[in-house]
């Protein structure tokens, strides 16, 4: 398994923007495909973003399209979540995943928090 660690989050106003950030260890992380879910209080966690070991395939839900844009740098472990535009229901928890097998993820990170007021 590979260590994930978030950071980044905080607290934004409505139309603002973070830059959510996830370092991974070890050395095969290039190989793997990297996500971002999210939970918001009372909700099951849900898909955000994913990008494939050479960022050439990306995936977003409809809810964030053309407003977050996830990236990765394979020399420095990390992967980015640039979120632009936020609204109020962006608030949640956000995770970072990797390492996905069908629909199941081998590691997750624990989580940091985004607030949007309005």
């Known amino acids: 398994q590979v260590q994930l660690v978030e950071s980044g989050g905080g607290l934004v106003q409505a139309g603002g923007s973070l830059r959510l950030s996830c370092g991974a260890s070890?050395?095969?992380?290039?190989?793997?495909?990297m996500g971002w879910f999210r939970q918001a209080p009372g909700k099951e966690r849900e898909f955000v973003a994913d990008?494939?070991?050479?960022?050439?395939?990306?995936h977003y839900s409809d809810s964030v399209k053309g407003r977050f844009t996830i990236s990765r740098d394979n020399a420095k472990n990390t992967v980015y979540l640039q979120m632009n535009s936020l609204k109020p229901e962006d608030t949640a928890v956000y995770y970072c995943?990797?390492?996905?097998?069908?629909?199941?993820?081998?590691?997750w990170g624990q989580g940091t928090q985004v607030t949007v007021s309005s």
């Open positions: 995943a990797a390492d996905r097998t069908g629909n199941s993820w081998s590691s």
């Open positions: 070890g050395r095969t992380f290039s190989t793997y495909v």
């Open positions: 990008i494939s070991w050479s960022g050439g395939n990306i």
